[in-house]
């Protein structure tokens, strides 16, 4: 048994601990004992503090929870332990005018989700840019178009002599109605060129897949690990694709595991082949198989499913002629000879009418009225020949690679080719109705 013995400047000495105790003087603070079984009416248990702390009571609550574990000889260690203790001030009493509404709440969760998309989105496409500067460059680019067509109506009423309440009201329209308009066409527009780049990014990777799984297969059987395999599988001329095992490589070699970092991979591409390859992996990798000879397999089926689409589409190739010659050359020819007609209609009737102006009274038939104008027709031809040259390059797309999206590209292609055939063979026809007329 160890006695209790005093020595001076040392104090007590603590049975439980084995170490002498200093004598509490005044000028030090007296410090919290934890752990002591026979200390609850003199100290407080740090266990019970640890529970209030970050709690939601109030100050005086804390006050008499520690009295009552401290007992009454507790009661002057009390502000000291508060202090201790990081107690949460008592929330004020706000008005009802400076309170948030759940609504504005609301509002805000779905700005930031929707500022989150527009940056998965980004990264999809491979552009690096923040989702907040792509906003403003919108807006910024929207004023200045506002500005160029405000400075516009200004120059042409200057022109006019129109009231200020017309031009006022012009302005009004043009900074309300327009502006939204311009923003709303402005995101159209960048979500179209987003999409496409995705679809781009997809289509390349898609392209080297086969090539990239027959080389980590080749180093897996040479002995590499699968992570190492699919790393000194990257070569530059994979592109996209490079990229993003890359970018697997560093997830793994920072902690996180193979298989959700390559799940994560497929998922971030709306890909059938990626995603089923990508499955089929981790599936080989849970079972334990020979991996080498399961990703020679992929990569044969992918080359397989390639060979079966140019097939198909070598195979429909004459519908795509029919529709290009169709929207291309046909429309545009025929609109010009409908123009020259009307043109050709219109001389003969005033002709006639001029010839048979005497006679007039006594027939029935009038060949002064005109049923449509030249003017309004090319208008119409012009926005026909557009719209035929849009959906057509679409419907091309989606017959000779299974999307539409792959016929973004053909759509400048077509509308050029069908507006410069229609004002050629427009300034062919009038030319030879010069001649023969």
Do not use: C
Not at 12 to 19: L, P, S
Request: hydrophobic residues 45%; without cysteine.
């Amino acid at each position: 048994m160890v006695k209790k013995t005093t020595k001076s400047g040392k104090g007590k000495f603590d049975k439980k601990f084995g170490e002498w105790k200093k004598k509490q003087t005044k000028k030090e603070k007296p410090r919290l004992v934890a752990k002591k079984e026979n200390s609850k009416k003199t100290y407080v248990k740090l266990q019970e503090i640890k529970k209030l702390r970050g709690s939601k009571f109030s100050v005086s609550d804390i006050v008499e929870k520690l009295k009552k574990i401290g007992g009454e000889k507790n009661k002057g260690k009390v502000e000291e332990v508060k202090k201790k203790i990081k107690i949460k001030k008592p929330k004020i009493p706000i008005p009802k005018f400076f309170k948030k509404d759940k609504g504005s709440e609301t509002i805000s969760n779905k700005k930031f989700i929707r500022r989150k998309q527009l940056k998965e989105y980004l990264n999809k496409a491979g552009i690096e840019i923040k989702s907040d500067e792509v906003i403003k460059k919108l807006f910024n680019i929207g004023i200045i178009i506002n500005l160029i067509l405000s400075a516009l109506i200004l120059f042409y009423f200057s022109k006019s002599f129109v009231k200020l309440k017309t031009v006022a009201y012009a302005l009004v329209v043009l900074w309300v109605i327009i502006f939204v308009l311009i923003l709303f066409s402005e995101w159209i527009l960048l979500y179209i060129i987003i999409d496409y780049r995705i679809y781009k990014r997809k289509v390349e990777i898609e392209d080297v897949l086969s090539d990239y799984l027959q080389l980590t297969s080749s180093n897996i059987k040479a002995g590499m690990t699968i992570d190492k395999a699919l790393w000194y599988a990257v070569r530059p001329r994979f592109g996209v694709l490079a990229n993003e095992i890359e970018y697997v490589a560093k997830e793994t070699m920072g902690g996180e595991n193979l298989k959700d970092a390559l799940s994560k991979f497929s998922k971030k591409y709306d890909s059938v082949v990626l995603q089923r390859a990508i499955s089929m992996l981790i599936e080989g990798i849970d079972a334990g198989g020979e991996i080498g000879d399961l990703l020679n397999k992929i990569a044969s089926n992918i080359q397989d499913q390639k060979i079966m689409v140019k097939e198909i589409s070598a195979s429909v190739t004459t519908y795509a002629i029919f529709i290009t010659f169709a929207a291309i050359i046909a429309a545009p020819f025929m609109f010009a000879l409908s123009g020259a007609l009307i043109q050709v209609l219109q001389s003969l009737s005033a002709d006639l009418g001029s010839n048979l102006a005497p006679a007039a009274g006594t027939l029935p038939i009038s060949f002064s009225g005109v049923g449509i104008r030249l003017q309004d027709f090319r208008f119409f031809a012009v926005g026909s020949l557009f719209f035929t040259a849009l959906f057509s390059s679409l419907i091309v797309a989606s017959i000779k690679k299974g999307t539409i999206k792959s016929g973004i590209r053909y759509i400048p292609a077509f509308i050029g080719i069908s507006m410069v055939l229609y004002f050629i063979s427009l300034k062919v026809t009038e030319y030879l109705i010069n001649i023969v007329f």
